[in-house]
């Protein structure tokens, strides 16, 4: 039973690994900011740049222009500070895809061949000599290619980095039935490509390594005739990362960037294709077709044709099916462009979901339904604030303006109610935005308000003119009175004048009154503590003064039945000053009690209580000094 379900969740990842095959864009080989990139190449002084330049932008210069480069990269490749294997290699390159009348120095021809009878040491270095000989034309036998792949083979054993992995299988991919020897390292180094965000497959070290590694292992593979080394899945996700880095600046960037998709574009079995929608995805109520665009990575029509794209459309949010299954017909000429006509399903306002399905491809595209608003109808009036009577309105159509003026003062208020339709259905509708307008006709200054709906969904303006005088900065005079209605979703979102209105506020709220209140000198702020609390009655104070005194009568009573014996008491300075300065805190304490704050009491205390403190410590003293005579 375990094998039937592993089976099952196998083939159930397949599907969704096949149907998961989709990009949202595309890179043209003739994007011109590319076209740009190559063309500032040219005029480089870096022979690096100079070499991934002339590959994708050499056919477009003149012969003239085309002689020039080939003297100047001489006097560049004698000053390049380089490896002597890469620049000869850019050298070598140059000159073939430039055709120059001038041969290439011997000198190099010669440095090359030696070069290629004995091994390297680095795997950048065998790359660049062996595809230097296939450009300089230089034959290389079935034993120079083995020997080529067996010293990267002892190479990747010391240092089998992702750099050194990329050269080797870009040279293997060449050397025929001797690359075989390189294939088994693919699968390793495909594992080590990182996930990002769980939509692209990048390997560590940016774009030229991914794009190296990647480029080499699926022509390796195709060169021996094996299976590709990624699933459809990861395709798309290597493909969606090479596509974010389509702003790449350099030209070395931009020639790999091209080189890869290429590459991946060529590999049919797992190539994605892109799926977009042609503009913003907003249709109007009147013209209900939206065009896709489906072509292959480099913008061409996809290969081999693909049979028929449906789309099934859903409301969203919810999913209320509003088209299943619709065939996209070809627009034109044009194989590239497909269109989806959904006059037929009389979908409303509001955003969509079209589900694209061609073949094993899929993609998601989210469409917006555009409105028009229509103004069933306006009232607007002027009423007394206080007043719960109706207020007697004028209708207004639109797009006209009331033809008399209104005015109001500040005991009257302002109100207006306007209801807004689908101008298709004759439903009311909600919108993003209602705002009523005021501009002051001779200052220019605007006050906003906002409008709301109530249950019947029409929308409310109600606008005490003497409470919003602040608003209007207290300047009365006549204002124009707009309705502004907008939405996301509408076609026709307007702003609409409906009348001239003049406003009245209060004499004492004038600007002039305003401006004089805000720069008149304000009323000194004075720190104030904090009102003592009322103190209770003279007799309530009294008794509880008696009460507080009663144990010390206790005391006194207790020490006279007790007979207390005074006579040891130690008539020494010590002792005196001892119970002077305890009988003084006592007193200090009940001075507190009836007059003195609490900063002033600690001001006397702190002497008194030192006082205290050495008369008792020696008074103590003395006292053991006694016990301890009168024990022996």
Known sequence: MRQIYCLLFLILHLWCCAADRTTNSYLSPTDERLQRVFLDGVKSSDLQTIYYSVLNYGSRLSSAEKEALCSRVKSLHAESKLNEFEKNFYLIGIHAELKCSTPVPSSIISTLEGALAKDATTAPEVYFNFYAAKAAGIALDDAAKLRAVKNLQAILKKDD????????????????????????????????????????????????????????????????????????????????????????QTAKGAHVLLDALTTLNQQKGIAPICVQVIGNGQL?????????RVVDLLGNAVSPALDSITASVTAKPGSTSVAKDVKL????????????????????????????????????????ILGRVKVASLEVGIGDSDSSSAVKKQSVTYPDKLSSSLSADSQQKVVMKVSLVDEVSGKPISVHQAFVRFENAQTGEEIVFVAEQDTSKAYKFDMDVGARSSDFSHTSGKYQM???????????????????????????????????SVYKPKKEIVHQF?????????????????????PLLILFILWI????????????????????????????????????????????????????????????????????????
């Open 530 to 550: 904090r009102a003592p609390e009322k103190r209770p009655a003279r007799f309530v104070s009294d008794l509880f003064t008696g009460i507080c005194c009663i």
């Open 161 to 248: 980095s992702l750099s050194n992995l990329g050269h080797a299988f870009a040279v293997a991919a060449e050397a025929g039935g001797n690359g075989v020897l390189i294939l088994d390292r693919v699968e390793d180094a495909i594992a080590q490509a990182d996930e990002v965000d769980g939509k692209m497959l990048q390997f560590e070290g940016g774009l030229s390594i991914t794009a190296l590694v990647l480029s080499g292992a699926l022509k390796l593979t195709a060169a021996q005739k094996k299976p590709h080394p990624i699933t459809p899945v990861q395709a798309t996700k290597f493909a969606t990362y090479f596509l974010s880095r389509r702003s790449v």
């Open 284 to 292: 109007q109520p009147e013209d209900l077709q939206v065009n896709f």
């Open 561 to 632: 039945r007790l007979r207390v014996n005074i006579s040891n008491f130690p008539f020494s300075l010590s002792a005196i000053g001892f119970h002077v300065g305890l009988g003084a805190i006592l007193f200090l304490f009940f001075v507190f009690w009836v007059q003195l704050d609490m900063f002033t009491t600690i001001r006397y205390l702190l002497p008194l209580a030192l006082f205290t403190f050495l008369c008792g410590n020696r008074l103590l003293r003395s006292l053991a000094a006694k016990r301890t005579a009168h024990e022996k």
């Open 482 to 516: 707009e309705l502004i209605v907008g939405d996301a979703s509408l076609s026709n979102s307007f702003r609409w004048h409906v009348a001239n209105i003049n406003l009245k506020f209060p004499q004492d709220g004038s600007p002039a009154a305003a401006q004089e």
């Open 329 to 368: 017909t070809l627009k034109g000429s044009d194989k590239t462009v497909f269109a989806l006509d959904l006059k037929q399903a009389k979908p409303g306002r509001g955003l969509y979901v079209a589900d694209l399905t061609a073949g094993t491809f899929k993609q998601t595209v989210e469409l917006k």
